[in-house]
């Protein structure tokens, strides 16, 4: 199957089951097609994006006592595994001229993004829900379409959401453990295991595309688009060795750990 095809699969399709069907077979990379931007993805109706402040706020882990709030926050992430497929679908129809190796290297995060969302989805129908129950917000999404260019796809998703979700994981393991929801912690735990190769592709692309001469950190500066900023990358508990195992440097974990809002030059 050509990887246009499987993007566009995603893009396209208005069925949750399609969008996160598997490859089908070896991916090719001989068509990869024109330049193309979807200014939304095809979604079934009970998952089209909603504003923000009709999509529920994600419950404190303090609340975490109630079932009900637990799966709210699996609602939420699935969500957001989806967006986060989707916008490595739209990066491959956007970016057609990037280096095929960079193309195929998505293929297996797009796996573990579909992946990520059946596991989100799944643990939702054990507490009596379906995935498209309650709106969802298209944030990740609408963030995507201001990348101009492959470098700013790995600053915006894998180098802030992805890295921000190092944390997030680890601290919705240890909300859902606290709760007794010992099956909720162990989707987190699996999901952080991954976001640490996601991020280790976007730091080793960001390496491979940059200019020589330019620093790691003023490559990720430089590629962010307004409100994403270096901020964005973490959470309440930083967390700073599965950073050190994706292939940052100490400098850059700095950096981040510190960043505050007038980081951006």
């Known amino acids: 199957m050509e990887i246009r095809d499987f993007a566009e699969r995603i893009l396209q399709s208005d069925s949750l089951a399609e969008k996160l069907r598997p490859l089908d077979g070896p991916a090719t990379d001989r068509i990869p097609g024109p330049p193309q931007r979807f200014p939304l993805p095809a979604r079934p109706a009970n998952l089209k994006f909603a504003g ?40 491959l129809c956007a970016f057609p001229d990037a280096p095929t190796e960079f193309r195929h290297g998505m293929l297996p995060i797009m796996a573990d993004e579909q992946r990520h969302t059946r596991m989100h989805a799944q643990r939702l129908e054990e507490f009596g829900m379906t995935f498209g129950d309650l709106p969802v917000n298209g944030y990740f999404w609408l963030k995507a379409q201001d990348f101009q260019s492959p470098l700013d796809y790995l600053a915006g998703l894998p180098l802030t959401f992805e890295a921000g979700n190092l944390d997030h994981t680890i601290e919705f393991e240890q909300a859902y453990d606290s709760a007794g929801d010992k099956k909720g912690a162990g989707i987190m735990r699996a999901i952080h295991q991954d976001e ?70």
């Open 52 to 91: 923000r402040k009709e999509a529920p706020a994600m419950p404190a882990p303090t609340a975490f006592r109630d079932p009900a709030k637990r799966a709210v926050a699996h609602h939420i992430m699935a969500n957001h595994e989806l967006q986060a497929l989707e916008v490595m679908a739209f990066t």
């Open 196 to 265: 640490i190769g996601h991020v280790a592709f976007g730091i080793h692309w960001l390496r491979a595309m940059k200019p020589a001469d330019q620093t790691d950190w003023d490559a990720y500066i430089d590629h962010l688009h307004w409100p994403l900023r270096p901020e964005k990358a973490k959470g309440k508990a930083f967390q700073r060795q599965p950073r050190l195992d994706a292939g940052l440097t100490d400098e850059f974990i700095d950096q981040i750990q510190h960043a505050g809002r007038d980081d951006l030059r």
